[in-house]
């Protein structure tokens, strides 16, 4: 084991987001205020060490996840009955089965406008879409150069770490789906915008 591999450990234990390597390999190299690290360290000699790290983690009650761009240290998943037990334990909250199918939406179809997602849904989204934007699952990536500019959304790294996913490809079918036809939007001013359900959505708390 390198030297250095008990303070990797630490760090990815202390973290509260995931650790992309190039930050792990920059903070090993800088070392703690007023202490010395270790500047001769390479990125590939710290994702060689991920790995080991993942093996020796893998037959203990915890794991090494890669998520959202970067790792972190996580409970095992067939131990999560255990761990429900605890009180005080910081669950991500549920999403609603509205929330979820906005949400496959965007992530298949981003960046994607407001009224692109109620067309394939058939409701009015913008309540849900508040709420997804507030618990920081999606985000505003811009505006389309459609008329009147509607703002478009897309998923966040939040969204990668609540699935457990690397990045965007591991979507199940991600390029069948993407290659989908998507409904043309009703226009904004037309008697079918008016005829849009509106769906109950959960509180942003």
Request: charge should be negative; include cysteine; aromatic fraction near 4%.
């Amino acid at each position: 084991m390198r030297e250095w591999a008990r303070v990797l450990e630490a760090l990815l234990f202390a973290a509260s987001e995931p650790m992309e390597p190039s930050r792990l390999t920059t903070l090993l190299r800088d070392g703690p205020d007023g202490g010395q690290g270790w500047p001769e360290i390479k990125e590939e000699e710290l994702r060689e060490e991920l790995a080991q790290l993942s093996e020796r983690l893998a037959p203990r009650g915890l794991i090494l996840r890669e998520v959202a761009g970067g790792f972190r240290i996580g409970t095992a998943p067939d131990l999560s009955g255990w761990v429900a037990k605890l009180k005080g334990v910081v669950r991500p909250p549920r999403l609603s089965p509205p929330s979820l199918e906005t949400m496959a939406v965007i992530a298949y179809r981003q960046p994607i406008s407001r009224a692109e997602i109620e067309a394939v849904r058939g409701v009015d989204c913008s309540g849900t879409l508040d709420t997804l934007v507030e618990r920081g699952i999606i985000r505003i990536s811009g505006r389309s150069e459609a008329p009147g500019r509607p703002i478009l959304y897309g998923t966040t790294p939040l969204f990668l770490e609540h699935f457990g996913l690397r990045d965007l490809d591991e979507l199940p079918n991600s390029e069948e789906l993407r290659r989908v036809k998507l409904p043309v939007p009703a226009d904004p001013a037309g008697p079918q915008q008016k005829e849009l359900l509106h769906e109950a959505v959960e509180p942003a708390s």
